[in-house]
Every structure is written in C-alpha cells, then in structure tokens.
C-alpha cells in the first residue's frame, strides 16, 4: 500500500506588495473622508468612512498574516504558517459582518430623525474616495490575488467602499437637485446589503477552509477515476482528503 502527499509552502510575494499599496491608499483618504463626513453631516459618507477604517485595519491584519506565513515550517508546525492567511479572512469577514449591521441599525436612526446635510462637500468627497477605491481594488484584484482568500478578504473591504462612495454620490446629487435628505439613509442601507451578502459568502469559504472542508472545486470521485486511467498499476484509490492551506491545495490518499 502506498502514500501520497502534495503540498507547497511557498506564499505569494506579490500579495504582499498589493496589500501594503491598498493600505496607503486606504489609510491616507480614510483621514479626508472622516473629515469631509464630520463637516457635511452625510451618514453615507461617514458610513463609507467606517468602512475605511475597517479597511486600513483589515488590510493591516491581512498584510501582517501573509509576512507572518512566510516563516518556513518547523517540528511543530509542519505545514508551515500558511493558514494565518485565511484565519485573517475569516476575521475580516467577521468585521465585515458586524461592521454592515451597524451601520443599518445607525441608518434606520437617521431615516426616523432627519438632520441637515451639505450635499456639495459630500459630493466632492465622495468623488474623491470612489477614485481612491477604484485604485485600491484594482491594486488587490487583478492578477494572482484572486486566487488567494485572504487578499479577496481584502478586496471586499474596498469593494464595500467603492459601492459606499457610489451611494454616496447618487445620495449627493439627489439632495443638491431635490433636498431630499432620506435617501442618504436609504443608500447606506442599499450597499451595506450588498456587502453583508458578500461577505457572508466570503465568511462560509474560511469557515469551510479552516475545518478542512475539500475545497468547492475538487471533485474527489473524478479525481479517483483519472487516478486509476492515468496510472494503469492503481487498483483502488481509497481514504482520499483533501484540503487547502492558503491558497495551496493538500491532498492525501492511499492507493492499491
């Protein structure tokens, strides 16, 4: 009877580089948003700051797992430091979560008691952070990132603040030509559910990583079926599992 078993410790060094640009980006327009927020009274826009600074946290977090799981593996930890990496996911998705409940909850406050809001400052900033966002989320999700579940962790923080600054500016315009000040509320409650749904997703794939669960993709009896075609002397494939750590797929198996 024998053994098989494939894996690779070696991490994307280039997700290191994506998350620390985003984090700049990020970090440096959550100051300037939070301020234009304060002085516009626009719950959309400091909604949106929130989730800046969740952001700037989460790419931190994110930045820390991917530089901590770099660290070659040793007698206690033999696989290595890799599933730092969708722990970090899992934490963000968890912040994500929490992050997009209250601000529904501070949304359904100020659609009861409305309050004045400054449409042209909001307008201009949120302008500016929809530019800001777009850069971060083009520096996270192209090229090698997509595959990795904690930078997509990442990218959905951003994701969320590219719609927030979309709402943002449709709220803007709306109040500048009509007064309406309702639908920055209604907005914020319309992209904090987009979010929630993504996140959740998200949320479901690092639970289902971290208890080893075979990932979405595998499909273990085919994978058994091309074993045996391919390599004539294989009589039985059996006490297949497979799993991921990072974004690297593990598999063991014994075959007759």
């Not at 600074?53 to 696989?79: C, G, K, S």
């Not at 601000?103 to 659609?111: K, L, M, N, P």
């Not at 042209?120 to 996270?140: D, S």
Request: charged fraction near 15%; proline fraction near 4%; hydrophobic fraction near 55%.
């Amino acid at each position: 009877m024998a053994h098989s078993h494939s894996h690779s410790h070696t991490p994307g060094n280039d997700n290191a580089k994506r998350l620390m640009l985003a984090f700049g980006v990020t970090a440096t327009f959550m100051v300037i948003e939070v301020i234009g927020g304060l002085i516009s009274g626009s719950l959309a826009l400091l909604a949106d700051a929130g989730h800046m600074l969740t952001d700037a946290a989460a790419l931190l977090f994110a930045l820390l797992a991917v530089q901590f799981a770099r660290r070659p593996p040793n007698a206690r930890h033999t696989f290595g430091w890799l599933r730092l990496t969708t722990l970090a996911a899992f934490v963000n998705a968890i912040a994500l979560v929490v992050i997009t409940v209250l601000i529904v909850w501070e949304a359904v406050q100020r659609f009861r008691h409305p309050q004045p809001i400054a449409g042209a400052t909001m307008m201009v900033i949120a302008v500016a952070g929809l530019l800001a966002n777009i850069l971060a989320f083009w520096i996270l999700h192209r090229g090698s990132g997509e595959k990795n579940l904690n930078v997509r962790a990442a990218a959905l923080h951003v994701l969320g603040d590219l719609l927030g600054s979309v709402g943002a500016i449709v709220a803007a315009l709306v109040i500048l030509y009509t007064g309406w000040t309702p639908v920055d509320p209604i907005l914020s409650v319309l992209v904090s559910c987009l979010v929630l749904r993504s996140a959740w997703r998200l949320l479901k794939e690092s639970v289902n990583e971290l208890l080893e669960g075979a990932p979405a993709s595998m499909d273990i009896d085919e994978l058994k079926r091309n074993l045996r075609r391919s390599v004539p002397e294989v009589r039985n494939v059996h006490h297949v599992h497979v799993w991921l750590v990072g974004e690297k797929p593990v598999m063991t198996l014994h075959v007759q």
